[in-house]
């Protein structure tokens, strides 16, 4: 605390009062600085309500109802997996059939390991025929599509004997059969496929062959 200030004479009157004032002076600067130290602590506290004025909830928010997100459609794998398999498995034009089939005046056609009572038995007409696809009027490569999907539907179906018709060829140039040979080489290069014979005349000679599928591997439960 500040020792107060006493005069010893009038002399001393002057230097007195110079001093009482420069206090004042002092006194009313630290004053000033308080209240303006005040007012900016009180302006930045009320910054946001000055400049935005009172906030009011809006009406109804309470009773409003948000949507829930809709999920992402789910990718199509299966598919995906199934357009993979086909590409792998494109049938080709170029397959050499003629060393696989057996040397008979109908060409038949059985996997390795399988005997020959197995084609016999196909033309003997011993396995049911269960479905048949006529590829008349099909142009080569809407006939490999057809007989692609055909066989694979098939066999995933638990069929075992289908008949495939391509055809004499009565109608086509040189009166060639031209999906004839095609067919063959197709079928052969089937993994679905075990065998396959000409059919028999009342199931359409020399214009259908008989095919024997794989059966299906079925899980165990």
């Given at each position: ?32 600085l308080r209240r303006e130290a005040e007012q900016r602590a009180r302006a930045e506290r009320h910054l946001f309500q000055d400049a935005v004025g009172a906030v009011q909830p809006l009406k109804g928010q309470h009773e409003r109802h948000w ?155």
């Open positions: 605390m500040t020792a107060p200030l006493k005069a010893q004479s009038f002399a001393d009157l002057k230097p007195l009062r110079r001093t009482l004032q420069e206090r004042a002076a002092q006194q009313a600067e630290r004053e000033r949507p829930a997100p809709v999920p992402p459609e789910p990718l199509p794998v299966q598919r995906q997996l199934d357009e993979a398999r086909v590409l792998h498995e494109s049938l080709s034009d170029e397959f050499d059939v003629s060393t696989l089939l057996d040397v008979d005046d109908q060409l038949s056609f059985r996997r390795t390991g399988m005997g020959p009572d197995v084609t016999r038995r196909l033309r003997a007409g011993q396995w049911s025929i269960q479905r048949q696809l006529d590829l008349h009027g099909l142009r080569v490569d809407e006939a490999r599509e057809a007989l692609g999907q055909f066989i694979r539907l098939a066999h995933r179906t638990g069929l075992r004997c289908v008949r495939v018709v391509h055809g004499k060829g009565l109608g086509s140039p040189g009166k060639t059969p031209v999906l004839k040979g095609r067919v063959q080489g197709w079928l052969v290069q089937k993994k679905e496929v075990l065998a396959f014979v000409q059919a028999r005349p009342m199931d359409g000679g020399a214009g259908a062959l008989v095919v024997l599928l794989q059966p299906v591997l079925r899980k165990n439960s």
